[in-house]
């Protein structure tokens, strides 16, 4: 079983930085890959950042620049460092991992970027 959580939410002002991380439980973590979605109040789920396997990246046009989706497979956990943040950042934002095509969602953590 594995079982991603994420920390690292929080309040920050516009223009800020915030650090995300999932750990996810099991031993092949390095299989594994790991999407960042969120979900703002009232909108629908969103891909934020994907990370493979190889570590190839991919993110939603809306944070290009701005935010950095990485790995370190030795501890079990990926990160999405997000520059810039904008008000519309604000949202829920979950880790999910791809586990031989079973998605395995975190509880999520709640980021809040004030104008």
């Known amino acids: 079983q594995v079982h991603p959580v994420e920390s690292g939410g929080g309040l920050v002002q516009a223009g800020g930085s915030l650090s995300l991380s999932c750990l996810a439980s099991?031993?092949?973590?390095?299989?594994?890959?790991v999407t960042w979605y969120r979900r703002a109040p009232g909108k629908q789920r969103e891909l934020v950042a994907d990370i493979g396997t190889g570590s190839l990246t991919k993110y939603s046009d809306f944070v290009k620049g701005r935010f950095t989706i990485s790995r370190d497979n030795g501890k079990n956990m990926v990160f999405l460092q997000m520059n810039s943040l904008k008000p519309e950042d604000t949202a829920v934002y979950y880790c999910?991992?791809?586990?031989?095509?079973?998605?395995?969602w975190g509880q999520g953590t709640q980021v809040t970027v004030s104008s």
């Open positions: 999910a991992v791809n586990s031989g095509g079973v998605l395995f």
């Open positions: 099991g031993s092949h973590f390095s299989r594994w890959s």
